[in-house]
């Protein structure tokens, strides 16, 4: 007798993307999200709240009306508990035990960093990788080691995606900057100077965006775009490089909506070489946020037995990647 593997609705929720997907082991079965743009600016954690609060229940109709089988053969509701934006994780949290209570099935508590690593160790070949994960709201160097995914470095204030877009709207580029700033410095020439700030494993990426901003004035954008990518990306590669060559991990995985970024896969994957390493890369359809991954993360919470009541569903807004006790990898 085959037991057949969990059917996991995973609900993503932590800023910008209402993601509502239904995965079985490591087939994705349905998968729908929605992205909110804001019209001017950056993203003000209510009007995204807003903007997930009216998506939710027109993704979530959406997929049970394409359910290859009826609802009560969900096992699992998973939702992003944290890190993120408050108000958004309060509604997504909000939505999620609606669903639990309705369908009676349980509640499974995701970290939405550690799902971005769950979702590449699901779909690319990549299993004990040195992960580089680089969003709008996160950028971190991640690794497993001794029951958890440790931080090996990190962003000191903000996120590449986040410094890009902010850039980027400098530049009036439309939001989000990252593609943008990417098809920009394809045309750059001159290297302008930036600072380059990395310290020991960490790094550091505002003082690189006000020194950027004061370019724009005498310098052509593609030339400041081809600039901070030279140098911010630099930056990600030397403390990956370093990652892989003090842990010895053989492999490294890039994910997080940056990830599309052909330059900084270029850079990435000769690191990868010269360390005599693999390369991965989550494809971009799913690189940035989603309800797929959260899905994923959701079915190694409930194959060991982490169950959340709801009684203890706050949200975690600042949950870090290393606080998670991952029980399902040995
Ligand atoms: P996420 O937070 O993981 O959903 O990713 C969103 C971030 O990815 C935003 O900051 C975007 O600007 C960034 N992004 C998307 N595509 C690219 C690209 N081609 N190059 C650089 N950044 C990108
Ligand atoms: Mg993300």
């Known amino acids: 007798m085959t037991i057949s593997e969990p059917i996991i609705l995973g609900l993503e929720g932590t800023a910008h993307t209402a993601g509502v997907a239904v995965i079985q082991g490591k087939q994705i079965l349905l998968n729908e999200s929605s992205t909110y743009f804001p019209p001017q600016g950056g993203i003000h954690p209510r009007e995204a709240a807003n903007y997930l609060a009216k998506q939710f229940p027109k993704l979530i109709e959406k997929i049970f009306q394409n359910l290859p089988f009826k609802a009560d053969k969900i096992d699992g509701i998973a939702f992003s508990q944290g890190p993120g934006l408050g108000p958004c994780l309060r509604t997504t949290a909000t939505v999620a035990r609606a669903?639990?209570?309705?369908?009676?099935?349980?509640?499974?508590?995701?970290?939405?960093?550690v799902a971005h690593v769950e979702l590449g160790r699901t779909i690319t070949p990549a299993n004990d990788p040195i992960v580089l994960y680089v969003s709008g709201g996160n950028t971190q160097l991640i690794t497993f080691l001794n029951g958890r995914y440790r931080v090996l470095g990190e962003t000191l204030d903000i996120a590449i995606g986040n410094a890009l877009d902010t850039l980027g709207r400098e530049m009036n580029l439309p939001h989000p900057?990252?593609?943008?700033?990417?098809?920009?410095?394809?045309?750059?020439?001159d290297l302008l100077q930036l600072p380059y700030t990395i310290k020991g494993m960490s790094f550091s990426f505002?003082?690189?965006?006000?020194?950027?901003?004061?370019?724009?004035?005498?310098?052509?954008?593609?030339?400041?775009?081809?600039?901070?990518?030279?140098?911010?990306?630099?930056?990600?590669?030397?403390?990956?490089?370093?990652?892989?060559?003090?842990?010895?991990?053989?492999?490294?995985?890039?994910?997080?909506?940056?990830?599309?970024?052909?330059?900084?896969?270029?850079?990435?994957?000769e690191v990868a070489n010269e360390q005599d390493s693999s390369y991965y890369v989550v494809p971009r359809n799913l690189a940035g946020d989603n309800g797929v991954m959260i899905a994923f993360a959701g079915t190694h919470l409930l194959n060991s037995g982490d169950i959340l009541p709801i009684q203890k569903s706050q949200v975690k807004p600042r949950w870090r990647t290393d606080q998670v006790k991952v029980r399902w990898i040995p």
């Open 177 to 189: 900057g990252g593609p943008h700033i990417e098809k920009q410095a394809q045309r750059g020439k």
């Open 206 to 269: 505002s003082g690189m965006v006000t020194a950027a901003k004061k370019l724009i004035a005498n310098h052509s954008i593609s030339d400041v775009c081809y600039s901070f990518q030279e140098y911010t990306f630099a930056i990600l590669a030397e403390a990956t490089e370093r990652a892989l060559s003090c842990t010895k991990k053989g492999s490294v995985l890039l994910t997080g909506g940056v990830a599309a970024n052909a330059h900084l896969q270029n850079i990435i994957k």
């Open 99 to 113: 669903v639990s209570l309705k369908l009676n099935k349980p509640l499974l508590g995701v970290n939405h960093c």
